[in-house]
């Protein structure tokens, strides 16, 4: 048994094509490498044993071989390991545990030694990221959404004020917060209380845009009411009517609302500065989408400290299999100081 396990240890080495360099160094520290779990920009993640106890946990090894990303994430790791436990219980919940941070003798490699979690489920993921996956629209969002008219209400809202022709046009000085509520709300009554809204006066007009090709019944009523009110909106203005200024208004509601069905509801997208802490979530959709409640909280707590979230994504949130809780796995490049 014990050479069939090396020789599988072997195969791993050479068919599934792990680095000997980290082999090298997880062997160094009294670990062995099980599998290969992924692949990011500074560093590789397996799963790794202990040979004496069996107990497995993550290691991520990072490379001092060019780049910053060594010296970053030893910081912010290192800040982690140190600091976790001193955070409120609902924030450091959603941290990644870091047991323990290792230089090979040689300072090439840095080994992260965390606990091990599970995957994510995509159907949660695809909620909170705007990510390019695939995951796209879903019939579970939509259900949720829609059930829910705060939630409608302020996905109207977001796409009033994406409206470039309602910012820069209404009277030349844009809509009044006042308004935008008045419209809004304009729009929800219209959309609630009539299931057939009626086709725009001006669908010659959208009946170009090309990109509106995912979408539901609902969504298209949804559409229909956003653009009826915006058109009312913008016939005081004298060039109104000009087919441009009434294409423009309306693409701008299409790809809004296409940014809501298929990318994200909730505000965190991926990159550096996506996410306005201050702003925060809205609070009828994060209803609507309880299980991101504990990540938004957690991105607010560090914004609130001076750091802020800069590489957040599908790749970096995992789940804690005992109690479905979503984690923040990937700190290298989220706890960097302002």
Not at 16 to 38: F, M, Q, R, Y
Not at 279 to 286: E, K
Not at 292 to 307: D, P, Q, R, S, Y
């Amino acid at each position: 048994m014990k050479l069939l396990l090396e020789n599988w240890r072997e195969y791993l080495k050479e068919e599934v094509g792990l680095d000997p360099a980290h082999t090298t160094a997880i062997e160094s520290i009294g670990l062995i490498i099980n599998k290969k779990l992924g692949k990011g920009k500074f560093g590789t993640v397996y799963e790794v044993e202990n040979k004496e106890t069996g107990q497995r946990f993550a290691a991520k090894v990072v490379s001092n071989l060019g780049g910053s990303g060594y010296h970053e994430e030893e910081k912010n790791y290192n800040w982690i390991m140190k600091n976790r436990d001193k955070l409120p219980d609902e924030i450091k919940q959603h941290l990644v545990e870091v047991y323990e941070i290792t230089k090979t003798e040689d300072k090439l490699y840095l080994v992260i030694l965390m606990e091990q979690l599970a995957t994510a489920p995509k159907s949660v993921l695809g909620q909170i990221f705007a990510h390019g996956s695939g995951m796209g629209y879903s019939e579970e969002k939509e259900e949720r959404i829609f059930k829910d008219p705060e939630a409608i209400y302020e996905i109207i809202n977001d796409v009033l004020k994406a409206n470039n022709m309602l910012r820069d046009m209404r009277n030349f000085r844009g809509l009044s917060n006042t308004d935008r509520t008045k419209a809004a709300n304009n729009i929800l009554g219209a959309f609630l209380s009539d299931q057939e809204v009626p086709e725009s006066s001006i669908k010659h007009v959208y009946t170009m845009l090309t990109t509106y090709d995912v979408s539901t019944p609902r969504w298209k009523r949804l559409f229909n009411a956003i653009l009826n009110e915006v058109e009312k909106l913008l016939q005081p203005h004298p060039k109104a009517g000009h087919r441009a200024i009434l294409w423009a208004a309306a693409t701008s509601i299409e790809e809004s609302l296409q940014h809501n069905m298929n990318k994200h509801i909730i505000p965190v997208k991926y990159g550096a500065g996506s996410y306005d802490p201050q702003r925060g979530a809205p609070p009828a959709t994060t209803a609507v989408f309880p299980e991101t409640e504990g990540i938004l909280n957690t991105i607010e707590h560090f914004a609130k400290m001076g750091w802020r979230a800069k590489d957040l994504h599908t790749g970096n949130i995992m789940m804690r299999a005992d109690t479905n809780q979503l984690v923040i796995t990937d700190v290298g490049l989220f706890v960097v100081e302002r």
